[in-house]
C-alpha cells in the first residue's frame, strides 16, 4: 500500500536533509490532525504539484549550504504558490535560493535561547513576545532575500526568524518541533492552520474507514498471510485486515524461541478464540536455535532471523494452500513509517541506516506475494489509537515495544538456550514489577538485557561469578528520541533484588541511564 494519503485531504509535506529531528516534525504535523508526509530532499516541483500538498517544510540537516556537495532542492518549488518552512538548514537554503547571504556565524548557537518574535507575524498568533528556542546550527542568515523582513532575533542573530508574508515562505533558525522548544508546537500549528489553511481531517476513525476500503480494493477476493507476532504492530494489522476482509486474511504465528514467556498461548487465545481469525501456529524454535548458534554479531542476528522467518512462512504457506483452498497471493505486515525511514537512507540523504527490520523488503522473487503493509503510513502512538478503535484489550493496544528479532538482541554476543534463559526470565521479572507498581503504562519501553560480562559476587557464604543484567527503562512519545526514566529507587530495588534472587546464573544488575541519541533504545 502507498505511503501517500488515498483522498486529496489537506497534507504537509516534510523534505528531509538528513536532520535527526525530521521525523519529529512529521510527529508534530500529525498532532495537529493533519497528515505529513516525509520524502526525499531532491523530490521534482512537478511531484509536489501533483500530490497538492497545503505546505512544504524543509527540515534541519548537518550540513552548511555553502559546503561542496550540499544538498539542494529543486527551486522551482518555491514558483508552486504553496506555503514553505525552512528550519535551520531549510531555512539557510531558502536564503540562498532566493538571492541572500549565508555565513558561519562568529559565535554558534547550540541549546537553549531566547527569541524576541513580531506578534503581528501569523507564525507567532496567540505566543508571547518572547520565546524559549532551541538552537543547533553554527551558520546564521547574514543577508536576507528580496521581499523577506525580519520576524524574529536573538542576541546572535538579527535574522533568527524570516519571512515573505507575500509568498507565505518563512525561515526558522531554530528547531520548533523539540520538547526543549516549549511552544514549538504552537508555532507549528500556526504554520499548518493559519498560513497553509489545513482543516484537521487526519482522525484515526478516517483512517480505518479508507485503509479497509484499500485493503478490499487490493485483495479482491484474494487471500491474505500474515506473521503475527503478538506485539502492538502485528496485532493492529491483524485486527483491521480482519475488519476489512474477515476469513480471506490467516495469521501465522511463530515460535522462534526468541519471544517472551508465555506467548504462544497469549496470542492462540486473543485471536484464536476472541476475535475468532484463522491462525496457523509454527513450532519452529530449534530451527532458528540451530543457525543462530554462535553468531555475535547484531547484523547478522537480524538477517538470520529475517532469512529463517521467510523459509518457515514458504513453508508454511505451501501447508495453508492444502489446509484453507483459496490463492495466497498477499502477504500483510505491520510495517511502520519510522521502519520504513530507519531502515532505508532515503535517496541519497545524509541521514544514515541505524539498523535493519526483517519486516521492511527484502522478501525473495521466489515467494511470488504482494505486500499489504495497512499501517506504513503511522507513528507508533497512532498504531495503538487504531488498535483502541478496533475493539483490542489495553494488555495488546498498550503493550510496550518489542524488537522483531525478539531476546536475540536482548542477549550482547552469542546465544544459547542458557542465555535465552537468563534474558527472558529477567525479562518477565521487569514486565511485572512494572505493572505492579503502576509504572508499566507510564512508560515507552522497560526490559532486561543480558551482557556478556560476569563479575565477582558473593551469596550465602560462597563466591559468584555469574552475569549482569542491564535495566534499560525509557520514556519517548515515538521512539524517535527517548531519555531514561527515572523511576523510583525502591522500584529499582525490587526489580534488582527479585533477578538476583530468582535468575540462576546473574548475580549483578545495572541500570543504563543513556538516552537517544546518542544511544538507541535497543542495545543490539
Known amino acids: 500500500m502507498s505511503s501517500s494519503p488515498s483522498s486529496p485531504e489537506d497534507h504537509i509535506v516534510i523534505l528531509d536533509f538528513g536532520s535527526q529531528y525530521t521525523q519529529v516534525i512529521a510527529r508534530r504535523v500529525r498532532e495537529c490532525r493533519v497528515y505529513s508526509e516525509i520524502l526525499p530532499f531532491r523530490t521534482k516541483a512537478s511531484v509536489l504539484r501533483a500530490s497538492r500538498p497545503k505546505g512544504i517544510i524543509l527540515s534541519g540537516g548537518p550540513a552548511s549550504v555553502y559546503a561542496k556537495g550540499a544538498p539542494k532542492v529543486d527551486k522551482a518549488i518555491y514558483d508552486l504558490g504553496i506555503p514553505i518552512l525552512g528550519i535551520c538548514y531549510g531555512m539557510q537554503l531558502v536564503s540562498r535560493d532566493l538571492g541572500g547571504n549565508v ?3 562568529e559565535r554558534r548557537e547550540y541549546g537553549a535561547g531566547r527569541l524576541k518574535v513580531d506578534r503581528r507575524s501569523d507564525l507567532f498568533h496567540g505566543l508571547p513576545a518572547e520565546l524559549d528556542v532551541w538552537n543547533s546550527h553554527g551558520d546564521k542568515v547574514t543577508k536576507m532575500p528580496k521581499g523577506f523582513r525580519a520576524l524574529g532575533t536573538t542576541e546572535n542573530s538579527p ?11 518563512y525561515g526558522l533558525q531554530f528547531h520548533p518541533e523539540v520538547a526543549h522548544t516549549p511552544r514549538g508546537r504552537e508555532i507549528l500549528e500556526n504554520f499548518v492552520y493559519r498560513v497553509c489553511g489545513c482543516q484537521s481531517q487526519w482522525t484515526m476513525g478516517s483512517f480505518i ?16 498471510i500474515l506473521g503475527l507476532s503478538g506485539g502492538v504492530d502485528s496485532s493492529v494489522a491483524a485486527a483491521l485486515i480482519h475488519k476489512a476482509i474477515g476469513d480471506q486474511l490467516t495469521c501465522i504465528f511463530v515460535n522462534n524461541g526468541l519471544l517472551r514467556a508465555n506467548e504462544t498461548a497469549a496470542v492462540e487465545k486473543l485471536f484464536k478464540d476472541h476475535f475468532h481469525i484463522r491462525m496457523k501456529t509454527v ?3 530449534k530451527q532458528f536455535l540451530a543457525r543462530l548458534k554462535g553468531v555475535t554479531d547484531p547484523e547478522r542476528k537480524r538477517k538470520i532471523i529475517g532469512n529463517e522467518f521467510i523459509k518457515v512462512f514458504e513453508a508454511a504457506a505451501r501447508d495453508l494452500k492444502k489446509s484453507f483452498p483459496g490463492r495466497y497471493r498477499f502477504l500483510a505486515q505491520g510495517t511502520l513509517y519510522p521502519d520504513v525511514i530507519e531502515s532505508v537512507s532515503i535517496s541519497g540523504n545524509p541521514a544514515a541506516l541505524i539498523k535493519s527490520h526483517h519486516n521492511v523488503g527484502g522478501l525473495p522473487e521466489r515467494m511470488k506475494f504482494e505486500l499489504v503493509e495497512p499501517l506504513r503510513q503511522l507513528f507508533k502512538d497512532e ?5 483502541s478503535e478496533l475493539g483490542l484489550p489495553k494488555e495488546v493496544v498498550q503493550r510496550q515495544p518489542f ?3 525478539g531476546l536475540a538482541v536482548r542477549v550482547l554476543g552469542d546465544l544459547t538456550p542458557e542465555k535465552l534463559r537468563m534474558v527472558s526470565e529477567a ?6 514489577e512494572m505493572k505492579a507498581s503502576g509504572w508499566y503504562y507510564k512508560v515507552w519501553q522497560s526490559f532486561a538485557v543480558l551482557l556478556p560480562v560476569q563479575s565477582v559476587g558473593v551469596m550465602g557464604d560462597e563466591r559468584t561469578y555469574e552475569k549482569t543484567i ?3 527503562i525509557v520514556e519517548s512519545r515515538d521512539g524517535m528520541t527517548a531519555d531514561w526514566v527515572r523511576v523510583p529507587y525502591d522500584i529499582l530495588a525490587k526489580i534488582s533484588t527479585r533477578i538476583i534472587n530468582e535468575v540462576n546464573g546473574v548475580n549483578r544488575v545495572c541500570y543504563d541511564i543513556s538516552s537517544k541519541p546518542p544511544a538507541t533504545i535497543e542495545w543490539e
Open 103 to 105: 555565513e558561519r556565524s
Open 159 to 169: 535574522h533568527a526568524v524570516i519571512g515573505d508574508t507575500r509568498r507565505d515562505i
Open 209 to 224: 474507514e479508507k485503509t479497509c476500503e484499500q485493503i478490499r480494493q487490493q485483495v479482491g477476493d484474494g487471500k491474505v
Open 283 to 285: 513450532d519452529a524454535e
Open 383 to 387: 498504531v495503538r489509537e487504531v488498535g
Open 403 to 405: 524488537p522483531g528479532p
Open 427 to 432: 525479562d518477565t521479572i521487569v514486565i511485572e
Open 470 to 472: 542491564a535495566l534499560r
